[in-house]
């Protein structure tokens, strides 16, 4: 058997959002949620993980640093994953190397721990030879990461055991290719760490916003079921109107917390304000917006009308470094022209200056890759 393996694992977004925990010993989210696993080498948490009985101690590189093992959440995961191992106790027993790296900006509200947390449960799985759904096991890492182990559309369950969390787990609801034209553009506005951790933000509004429990225990259920149901019939409209009023209230139940929790700056609800003129411009719903604990924007369209969002979107933000993508390569956005008659239509105020540092564009992904070893 190899002692050593490399995962890689990109985000996962959520479009039904995971915020505040019922439990935060055990991770255990106040309500379900679903996101979209993507497939992007640009925004791809990589892990190799060596057990090696000659290692004295074990070890960790985080974007080849040498950090701390103390970390309490990487501990857990490591407990969780060794109780279940499937090797020799003297495997077990041996030390343990990590190497862990990730290409895109961390801690700006882009689930960058999510994907590492992911990546390290599924690589320390396929170590220690343990069968089934791991996705338990990264939550431990991660609320978020218990979806980034599995890719296409994922569900995350609540579930009901509030003693051990063994139902609260996620699945892949859909695989990838069941809506081959969904697109998602991930707007960086600014990669600056943010200023309320999830962790943070999560535990102040439990604990004062009025909103929270009205949110997780009337909205969420019932917003999921509809979602499910966009998915499944692939109804874009429904599915852009769910994804929108979710982040929009997510962060509402944020700005009842106290003192407020804002996460958002004058560019994300400038993208917000532009995507709803565009639409209302369109009659109906062709782009969807999601914001996490950060000012970055991922959006949601159908691949026919990329190309003219993008140009309304470059027109009013024109600050763009770069689209990177790896369906579009090297795409000029500057100089995408948008049409007269749109932008007249859409009339988005012109004395609002945004910045978008850059736009990384792909599709839904297939989840954890096993690599070839390094
Ligand atoms: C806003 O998973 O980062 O991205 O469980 O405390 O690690 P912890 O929180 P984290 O929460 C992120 C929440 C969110 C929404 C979502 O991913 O659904």
């Known amino acids: 058997m190899a002692n050593s393996v490399t995962f890689a694992t990109s985000i996962n977004m959520s479009v039904i959002k995971y915020w505040g925990k019922r439990n935060e010993e055990l991770v255990l989210p106040m309500n379900g949620s ?50 279940r191992a499937q090797v020799p106790q003297q495997m077990v027993n041996w030390k ?49 990461a218990c979806r980034a182990a599995h890719g296409g559309f994922v569900r995350w369950y609540p579930g009901f055991d509030d003693l051990t ?47 929270m429990k009205y949110r997780a225990e009337k909205i969420s259920p019932k917003r999921i079921d509809q979602m499910l149901e966009a998915i499944t019939n692939k109804d874009f409209e429904m599915f852009a109107e769910l994804t929108n009023r979710d982040s929009n209230e997510m962060h509402g139940v944020c700005w009842a917390a106290y003192p407020p929790i804002f996460y958002n700056n004058d560019t994300t609800l400038g993208i917000i304000e532009l995507i709803h003129l565009y639409n209302n411009a369109k009659g109906g719903h062709k782009v969807a917006y999601t914001v996490d604990a950060g000012p970055n924007a991922t959006l949601f369209l159908l691949e026919k009308d990329v190309t003219e969002f993008l140009s309304i979107l470059h027109h009013h933000f024109p600050i763009i470094e770069e689209v990177i993508s790896e369906y579009f390569k090297g795409m000029p ?40 070893d390094c």
Request: glycine fraction near 8%; proline fraction near 6%; aromatic fraction near 6%.
């Open 333 to 372: 956005v500057g100089n995408i022209p948008a049409p007269q008659e749109l932008l007249e239509r859409i009339k988005y105020p012109t004395n609002k200056p945004g910045k978008l540092k850059y736009i990384i564009y792909t599709k839904v992904g297939d989840g954890p890759k096993q690599l070839p």
């Open 34 to 83: 679903i996101g979209l696993t993507m497939d992007s080498e640009h925004l791809c948490a990589k892990t190799t993980i060596e057990i090696n009985p000659e290692f004295k101690e074990d070890r960790i590189w985080l974007n080849g640093k040498e950090e701390t093992m103390q970390n309490p959440r990487l501990q857990n995961c490591l407990r969780e994953i060794k109780k």
């Open 96 to 144: 343990i190397h990590i190497w862990s790296e990730n290409n895109f900006p961390t801690a700006a509200g882009l689930a960058s721990s999510a994907a590492g947390y992911a990546c390290l449960t599924t690589a320390l799985a396929k170590l220690y030879k343990i069968e089934g759904n791991i996705s338990g096991i990264a939550r431990f890492g991660s609320g978020s």
């Open 165 to 211: 969390g063994s139902d609260c787990i996620s699945e892949t609801i859909f695989p990838a290719s069941h809506w081959p034209e969904m697109r998602i553009l991930v707007v960086v506005v600014n990669d600056s760490k943010k200023k309320v951790s999830s962790i943070e933000g999560m535990t102040r509004t439990v604990q004062t916003s009025e909103f």
